[in-house]
């Protein structure tokens, strides 16, 4: 009788370890374009507090560390740099036009942009580590003499898969520079011909090593939907076409994960060179941005097809919360 029920009892630890999904093999957080207001400025150590209670390996924020009528000043730079800091888990920090490309507006202080992303680089991006607590190393693209000065382009492997910042902003990625004008501009052409490399660079790193899957992270949106129908933005359109491109040579997962338009979405909107079928390997992920403040809980899992899995998670609405940040706030 003992052997039986001891029988019964396998049998259905078997069947419960059948039917419950598996743990991931690791989770990470996602967020961006925040703070952009006080209030905002007052939760980041509390949102940040909360991923590190969820044990992520690692947050990536995606960029625009203040909203897009606020002045580029160092204080502004180092005031968010003490809070990636002093983060409870490491953290991956990505440049957002805000505090670069579009410093040059008249309500941000007239700072020259190129002037800006080399206040960045020299406070966000130095060493070989992570921000935050914890030891994250990371490959930076300037260990190449050849791209020296692209510290903010990075990469580090984990889990399986292959995690890539890039640094390609919104303002349709200061194709036309300060002067808004017919451009392109020269910082346009040398930025995207670090970023090429980079980029193939880390496809090419994670074929080799037959990684499950590549998560790449930029700034700006870069607007598939216009780009399918036709209206393909000209700052956008080389990465465009090479993102296509090398996730159609890779036998893996691709991950797109941006910030920039502030409509949270996941979705599958890249579409093959003749605009007539999705990507199937390609999946975009949009991070939270003002009104609404989150972040999204990224995981791994190698036993499932789709390698990535993403949540959500609203942390408050600015435009129900107490305090300043019930005024709306201009500019991306």
């Known amino acids: 009788m003992r052997k039986l029920i001891l029988a019964l009892c396998v049998s259905g630890s078997n069947l419960l370890a059948q ?15 925040t703070p952009y207001s006080q209030w905002e400025r007052e939760q980041l150590p ?18 625009d560390i203040k909203n ?22 490491p ?3 990505v440049p957002g036009d805000n505090e670069w490309t579009d410093c040059h507006r008249s309500n941000n202080g007239r700072y020259d942009p190129a002037e800006r992303l080399r206040k960045l680089r020299e406070l966000f991006f130095q060493g070989d580590h992570a921000l935050g607590q914890g030891r994250l190393k990371l490959t930076r693209q300037s260990e190449d003499p050849r791209y020296s000065e692209y510290r903010e382009n990075v990469r580090w492997e984990m889990g399986g898969v292959l995690f890539v910042g890039l640094n390609l902003p919104g303002s349709d990625n200061n194709y036309h520079g300060a002067s808004r004008g017919s451009g392109p501009v020269a910082e346009f052409f040398a930025r995207g011909a670090a970023n090429h490399a980079w980029l193939a660079q880390s496809f090419a790193l994670a074929r080799h090593k037959k990684l499950a899957g590549v998560l790449l992270v930029i700034q700006g949106n870069p607007e598939f939907e216009a780009a399918s129908a036709g209206r393909i933005k000209p700052g956008y359109r080389h990465f465009i076409e090479q993102l296509r491109a090398e996730t159609q040579a890779f036998a893996g997962q ?5 910030g920039d338009s502030h409509l949270q979405k996941i979705d599958q909107p890249l579409l093959d060179e003749r605009a007539q079928a999705l990507v199937a390997n390609f999946t975009r992920v949009e991070t939270f941005g003002y009104p609404f403040m989150g972040w999204i809980k ?7 097809p789709k390698v990535f899995r993403f949540e959500p998670r609203r942390w408050h609405s600015a435009s ?4 300043p940040s019930s005024s709306p706030v201009p500019g991306k």
Do not use: I, N, W
């Open 46 to 63: 509390a949102m940040l507090e909360a991923m590190g209670r969820e044990g992520l390996a690692f947050a990536v924020h995606d960029g």
């Open 19 to 33: 039917t419950l999904p598996l743990p991931p093999t690791m989770s990470f957080g996602l967020f961006g374009d």
């Open 298 to 304: 990224g995981m791994v899992d190698l036993k499932d």
């Open 91 to 93: 953290l991956v920090y």
């Open 320 to 323: 129900t919360s107490p305090g």
């Open 68 to 89: 897009g009528s606020s002045v580029c000043s160092d204080q502004v730079f180092l005031d968010v740099l003490g809070v990636f800091r002093a983060a409870p888990l």
């Open 254 to 258: 691709v991950v797109l994960v941006h």
